[in-house]
């Protein structure tokens, strides 16, 4: 059971590239997350997708896409790389959006534009 | 912003229990207390959560004041590999998101 699985783990940019970074859950779960973390500043909301055909801006969207492609994928998608988007990069999934219901985490894709 | 507080860092002697408090004096009602901790270069690893009453599992006890006010995660016994950023999280119980609030953490190293 992989639960959630990121990809790639590492990624360098340039400024100015654009990739997409892959999220994959095999939880069954409707609701998934994507976060930043950067030194100091804890995780931060980007987007979100309730469930299957829906996604929301979180606290800090621009710059970014999304994609819900399937119940079990959800994919952020950098257009134009900038420096301030270096961070690492977590994706979470829940049952729902449910408060009594925890999030569960992959390992992260550590992003280092240049 | 965090609706909690928590020391910045705390020390555990091997095999001990580790106590890690938490204040939450503004909580709502209807609010969840959830635990997570992060392994350095890792995800946030889910512990444990609860409402009102005394939580426990295969991980560690959740111990949470009759006026809600603060709560306490007991890891049983320590190991080295329970050194991590513990996270205690109120789960906003209004937002839309489901999204969760990280604040700085309580950094606990355990020793030999």
């Known amino acids: 059971n992989a639960g959630v699985t990121q990809t790639p783990k590492f990624q360098v940019l340039k400024t100015g590239q654009s990739m997409t970074l892959q999220c994959a859950q095999d939880?069954?779960?409707?609701?998934m997350y994507w976060y930043r973390q950067d030194p100091g500043m804890g995780l931060r909301l980007i987007y979100y997708?309730?469930?299957?055909?829906?996604?929301d801006k979180g606290e800090v969207p621009n710059g970014y896409n999304v994609s819900r492609l399937n119940k079990r994928e959800f994919s952020l998608r950098l257009e134009s790389a900038a420096p301030s988007q270096t961070s690492v990069y977590f994706c979470a999934t829940g049952r729902d959006r449910a408060w009594d219901q925890p999030q569960h985490f992959g390992d992260g894709t550590r992003l280092s534009i240049l | 912003d965090a609706k909690t507080t928590q020391p910045t860092s705390m020390d555990c002697a091997e095999g001990r229990a580790a106590n890690l408090p938490c204040n939450h004096s503004?909580?709502?009602?209807?609010?969840?207390v959830y635990w997570y901790r992060q392994i350095h270069s890792q995800g946030p690893q889910y512990i444990i959560h609860g409402l009102k009453n005394n939580e426990t599992n295969e991980m560690a006890s959740l111990i949470i004041t009759e006026d809600r006010k603060s709560s306490t995660l007991i890891l049983p016994h320590a190991t080295l590999r329970d050194t991590a950023v513990y996270y205690c999280?109120?789960?906003?119980?209004?937002?839309?998101?489901?999204?969760?609030?990280f604040g700085q953490g309580t950094t606990l190293q355990v020793k030999p």
């Open positions: 999280i109120v789960r906003d119980g209004s937002s839309n998101t489901g999204k969760l609030i």
């Open positions: 939880m069954n779960h409707n609701s």
């Open positions: 503004t909580i709502s009602g209807n609010e969840y």
């Open positions: 997708s309730a469930s299957e055909g829906t996604t």
